[in-house]
Nanobody, 117 residues
C-alpha cells in the first residue's frame, strides 16, 4: 500500500514563504509524475504544479514565478517551495503520485496553508 505523507503547511503572512514536503516511504515502488493540488475554501480542487520523474515541470498560471516544485527520486519525495504568498493561495494542499506499474493515482490527506493579509 502506497501512503503519501505531507508536511510543512501552516499560517503565514502575505509575502511570506512556506515549503511543503510529501514523502512516499518505501523502496519497493517507483514514483512517476508527482504533483500538488490545492482546494481553496468553497472552491474546486485545482492543479498547482507537477513534476515528472525526469524533472519536467508544469505550473498553474497563478503560481508561476512564485512557486517551485522539485523532487528527490531516491527518497520518493516531492517539495513545493512557495514564495511571495498571497491570501488567495490559502487552501488545503494535496500531494499526488503516480506509481510505475499501478493503475491509479495516490493522494495524500492534505495539509492546510493559510495566508493572512
Amino acid at each position: 500500500q502506497v501512503q503519501l505523507v505531507e508536511s510543512g503547511g501552516g499560517l503565514v503572512q502575505a509575502g511570506g514563504s512556506l515549503t511543503l514536503s510529501c514523502a512516499a516511504p518505501g523502496s519497493d515502488f517507483i514514483t512517476n509524475t508527482m504533483a500538488w493540488h490545492r482546494q481553496p475554501p468553497g472552491k474546486q480542487r485545482e492543479l498547482v504544479a507537477s513534476v515528472t520523474r525526469g524533472g519536467n515541470t508544469n505550473y498553474w498560471d497563478s503560481v508561476k514565478g512564485r512557486f517551485t516544485i522539485s523532487r528527490d527520486n531516491a527518497k520518493n519525495t516531492v517539495y513545493l517551495q512557495m514564495n511571495s504568498l498571497k491570501p488567495e493561495d490559502t487552501g488545503v494542499y494535496y500531494c499526488l503520485a503516480d506509481i510505475v506499474g499501478l493503475p491509479r493515482t495516490f493522494w495524500g490527506r492534505g495539509t492546510q496553508v493559510t495566508v493572512s493579509s
